[in-house]
């Protein structure tokens, strides 16, 4: 579980990394905080490359909460 989780939380650093370059080719001035609300940013809002990357970085996220409560309810294998 532990090298999962590792692995898990590298891909989602380097796909926050790339959401914050991606919203950075439209909107140069964006920050780390900028792009967790895209609603202020009409040139993110409307963007579909952005939003495409937005939800690969969710998609991470929901893996981790997925294997995270697997985990606490002892249904995720013990082996790594």
Do not use: D, I, N, T
């Given at each position: 579980m532990n090298r999962v989780m590792t692995l898990l939380d590298e891909m989602i650093e380097w796909q926050r990394e790339k959401l914050l370059k991606c919203g950075r080719s439209f909107v140069p001035t964006l920050t780390s905080e900028d792009v967790l609300q895209p609603i202020d940013y009409s040139q993110l809002e409307e963007n579909p490359?952005?939003?495409?990357?937005?939800?690969?970085?969710?998609?991470?996220?929901?893996?981790?909460a997925s294997l995270l409560s697997l985990k606490r309810c002892g249904k995720f294998p013990n082996n790594e």
């Open positions: 490359y952005f939003r495409y990357e937005e939800g690969v970085l969710e998609g991470l996220l929901s893996v981790k």
